[in-house]
Structure formats: C-alpha cells, structure tokens
C-alpha cells in the first residue's frame, strides 16, 4: 500500500537512544530565572522598601486612574502590610475615581471581612446595593455575609431590600431556599406567591407547584396547578410544559387516570403547533402504563388520514406534503418516508412559471438530505439530485439552490472537480450571480487565484453591464495589493457603455484612487464624470476629497467655482442653490469674510442690490441738501 517503506533496508547512519536524549536535552528551554529576593535587616530598611513600594503604586494609580487593577493590587498591598487604615483609605480613593466598579466594591468588602469588620463589610455593601441595585452578585454576597455570621433577622431584611427592585427569579429562589434552610416554611410560601404574583409565567408557577408538593400536601400542590391553568392563557408558548408538569404530578401520585385525564384535556385545549412536545409525553405515559402501540398508531394513522384527505383535494399543495413527510420520516420502516418522497416529487407543477416551482424544489432537497444524512446512500442522493435537474424546463428558468447544493454535495463526497463541472455546466444553463458568486468564494476559499481571475473574467463576460461585478474583481485584486490590475479593472468598468449601478463603480473607483493617495489620478476621475453628468453631486464630493483627504482648501474653491460656472450656465435651479449653499458654509468655516460675502451676494442678489439703492439715495439726499444750501447763500446776497 501507500503507506508501506518501499526500502526494508536498514539506514545506513544509525541513531542511538543516547544521541535522542542528548539532543533532546540540549534543546530543552531554559526555565526563566526567578526575580532576585531582597532581605530587610532593619526598621529603616522596611520603611525606605515600603515608601519605594508605594511610590510605585501611586504613580501607576496617576497614570491610569480607571484602571481597576492598580488599586486593588495596591490595597492588597497594604492589607499584608498591616496598614489596614491605608487599605481602606486606598479603596475609597479608586470608588472615587471609579464609582460605579462592582469589582471594587466587592474587593473592597472582602477586605473587611477578612479583617473581621463586619460593620464596616455591612456598610461597603449597602452603599455598593445602593448604588448598583441591579447587580445581583454584590446582593448574593451581601445575604451570604449575613447568613454566615448568623444573623438571620438582618439577612432577611437584606432579601426583602433586593426583592423591592424586583430581580430575576432566581433571586427569590435563594430568598426561599434561605427561608427553607431555617424551617421558615411559611415565610417561604409567602415568597414564592410574591414571585408569582410578579413574573405570572409558567416557569414561577411550576416552581411554586413544586415546593408545595416537597413541602406542603399534595392538595395543595394540585390546586396550584389547577390556578396556573387559570391564570395562564391556552394560546401561551408554554402552557403545554404545565399540563405535562400537572400530568407528571399525578403520575407519582400513583393517580393513572387523572394524568390520562389531563393529558387529554390539554391535547383539546392547546393549538396543535404547540403540542409536539405534550404528544411525545403522553405517548410515553401510554407506554408506561396503557397500551402504547395502540395509542401511537392511533396518533399517526389520524394524521396519515387528515394528511391523504388534504392531497386528495389539493395533490400540488406542498406545503402539506413537507408536514407529511416529516411525519414519516422517524419511521422505524425507511421505505415509508421513500414512498412518501417518491409520491411528493411526482407531483411536477403544470404551469410553467418559477413561482410555482419554488415550494416543489425544496420536496427534491429535502429528498436528496434524506438519502444523504438519514439513509447513508451517497450514490442515492446524487441520482435524485441528477432527476431533480433533468425535472426542470431550464430552458424556461433554472433554480441556482439547486445547482449549489448538488456542488456541496459533492465537495463533501470529497470530489472537487466533480463540484467544479457540476457548477460550471450550471453556470451554462443558468448564467446566475448567486452561482458566480458561489464559485468565487469556493476558488477564495481553496486560494486558486488563477481560477478566481477566470471565473470573474467568465462572468464579466456574461454580465459586462453589471457594475457590482467590475467592483468586487476590483477589490479582489486591490486585497492581493495589484494595484495596477485593479485600477486597469476600473478602467474598463467605467468604460462600459451601460451599467447598472454606474455610480457605485465610479464612487468605488475613486474611493480606491484616494486610498492610494493618488490625488491626481482621483481629480481626472472626478472631471470626467463631472463632465459627464454635470451633477452637483459629483462636484460637492470632489470638493469633500479636497479638502478632506488632500487637505488643500484651495483646489477646493476652484472646484466649487468651476461648479458654479456648470450649474449657472445649466440653469440656476434647486441643484445650483443647493451647491451654493455648500460653498457658503465651507466658506465660512475655511475661507475670510470677503470671500463669504462675494458667495453669499452670488446667493442672494438682492442683498447686493439694496446695499447699492442706499447708496444712490444717499448720493441723492447730498445733492438735493447742497442745492438748497446754495439757494439759501443767493437769496442772502
């Protein structure tokens, strides 16, 4: 075989077990070195190594304020100093700078704990539950605290404080547990009534049903039930997890015809979408204690009917034979779901319209699923994809799912070039963007550049007016850093006589121009379209490039006014306003007054105009007072 040396023969440089151990040993990494202990003789020594340590620690908090860490490292460090008044002078510095840390907090009554000052622990967690109230974990170790010191009165206040903000109900799981663990069964069932008077969902109403039944009567935990059924409607999503919960309760009571009772009920009460689950229960309670063959084949065969009546009057309706067929599916017998599918695929649309062939295509993936996963039989599921393609008039449309799956089929099979011929004989019959797509991300996925050029030169050839197409070659060819190949891409995109999404091609062409920071290059792209469209959005994006990649001001005011020059010419309409606007604003962010006010007078002319009217009135009223001041001088002579 294969695997098998083809030269028994022994080699001729033999290596001993001494050499392996050698080299072995040689090559070993050298553990690091441990740091260098240092030992203090004296007080003065301890004090200079303290004030050290803790100029280090503050620099760090300075540096980093918010870091959690620096402050607690440093507050540890004190505790094991003994500086316990450091400790927590340090620890309300950092909630200082970082109020709302529930790490520190917790840290912070740790440390009280273990230097046994309850008061001051009790303190840290009230404030820290005063401030994040919805933090359980700092609750937790607040009623763990109490509980472990024994004082159980301030550890049920400390329960009713949480309860207040009313958490998850797993909170008031522990509040009960806590009331249980002290023989406070009353207490309990006082809690587990608020719980589910506040949260009314099946999963409270289950919980209290079962700390009646371990630590009530059994009545009681009946009647529970009984009120969940009431007070939960029938259309709930989970109203079936209490009929089976109720049903189970019977059971252990030994109470076989009440369960069959309320199993019954609920299969009449609940939509039967929902009742999957309560189905499979009850079938495994008639397993256990009535006659489970005949209730099982009661359930299906009322189903098999319903289903053949439906196709009876309706044989292309597909929808039911999908349910049909999932039904028949976890039959112990395969042939049952074969015949099934065998039946369904039969069943061909007569109209020749894509619309009504979807729902039918999936009964042939779902067929081909089967045979592959279910039965096992590769050479099965590859004839009935083969019948499914010969099914479809392709000369009318074709289904890409199809041709896909049947390719992914294959490359599971571990057959490559078998998924390529079958994608590309699709790509022949149904010359589709999914499947071009697809098999471009398969060659990206394998790394075959060469192919990955070839199938979008294929499908470019195909599709030359589609101008996503040109993008993502463009970008796939700007990913492996060929500049050059994407910008010639480009080139040829925009040259296309028609394209679908012109302005996404341009936009991304440009975008990748700028990218490379060849501003020229970009400001040709950026003329030629202009000239092309003469679009005052084109130019607003020039100037954006401008004055925002280029950061030259300059060159901007000449695109706004080459714009303005365009657009004027054009007709002075809501696309000129609009792009004087803009360059009144850009102005006056990044220009002086004079040129803001020459825009601002190209905008609105009017302005112009009165400022000149005042001053011909004014020039008027000088003559006019000069005339009369001459009158006056002639008659006093």
Known sequence: GAGKPKNKAAASVQITAEQLLIEARDRMEQEPQAKPRSKLHDKDELIEYRAQK????EKLCQRNRHLVSNWTKYAKWEETQGEFTRARSIFERSLDAI??????????????????????ARNVWHRA???LPRVDGLWMKWVLLEETIGDVHMCREVFKKWMEWKPKPHAWHLYCKFEVRFDEIDLAREVVKQMVTFYND??????????????????LARKVYEESLDALDDAHHDVAKVFAAFAKFEERQREFERARGIYKIALDRIPRHQAEELYTTYTSFEKQFGERQGIEDALIARKRFEYEESLKNAPENYDTWVNYIRMEEPNADPSVPIEVYERAVAQVPRTPEKQYWARYIYLWLMYAQFQELDMEDAAKAREVYEQCLKVVPHQAFSFSKVWIAFAEF???QGRLDEARKIIGKGLGVNPRPKMYRWYVDLEITLGNVDRIRNVYNAWLKRQPQDGGVWVRFADFEAKLQQTERARAIFNIGVSQPALDQQELLWKKYIAFEVKQRQYDNARALFRKLAETTKHVKVYLSWADMELQQAKDAGKAREVYEEADTVLSAEEEGEEWTYLMEQWLAFEREHGTEAQAKHVDVKLHPEKGKKKVNKLLEAAREAKRRKLMQLEQEAAAQ
């Open 202 to 219: 099946v999963d409270s109403w289950l919980y209290y049903a079962r700390f009646e039944e371990k630590y009530g009567k059994q009545a």
């Open 129 to 131: 539950t005063t401030q």
């Open 99 to 120: 109020p709302n840390s529930q790490s520190i907090f917790q840290k912070y009554a740790e440390f009280e704990m273990r230097t046994e000052n309850i008061n001051h």
């Open 54 to 57: 803790r100029s280090e620690f």
């Open 410 to 412: 294959e490359l599971r």
